[in-house]
């Protein structure tokens, strides 16, 4: 028999993010990742090009792709129950490397190390600069709504928003801010 590794993997497009709140546009994660994946990309790009950095952008785009794998398996939990406090967080980080686990074993076996480094990084700096893309893209997420005329989000907004301040010492993720997001404010014939 054959592998279900990707037919699990497409099923992320049946995970839908911000579960708890209405949404003038619904998002799932394949989505969210393909966004993260992009903005990883040019974070790493940018720390290269201005900053001195030395990462492998596209690499860091492929670790971007899967950064939410897990979900697929669990699910995705609305933020505000996530870190509810610790011990919830804790948990839910436990089940979602249970899940990864389990679907690297959906994959022939000599194919699951490789997968196991995608699905789990071990560098500190790639995985920061992929959830610096994660809070971005949900940053770009809540203006696209509030330009909508959703309400819903403008506190998430204002949340996130210093969320990413905590990026202060990686000023690829100021430049990305200053140079691409005030655009998602402007309509299709506002930026021609």
Known sequence: MGSH???YISRMKLIKRWSLMRNTVPENIQE???QVAMIAHILALAENKYFGGKNDPNEIALLAIYHDVGEVVIGDLPTPVKYFNPAINEAY???EEVSKTKLISLLPEDLQEEYCAFFSPADVHKKRIIKAADKIAAYI???E???AGNHEFIKAEQSICKEIDKYSDMPQVKWFM???VES????????D
């Open 5 to 7: 590794f990707f037919a």
């Open 32 to 34: 969210h990742s393909l």
């Open 93 to 95: 980080s436990a089940i």
């Open 141 to 143: 997420k809540c203006i």
């Open 145 to 147: 709504e509030g330009m």
């Open 178 to 180: 200053d140079t691409f």
């Open 184 to 191: 998602f404010r402007l309509t299709l014939d506002e930026m």
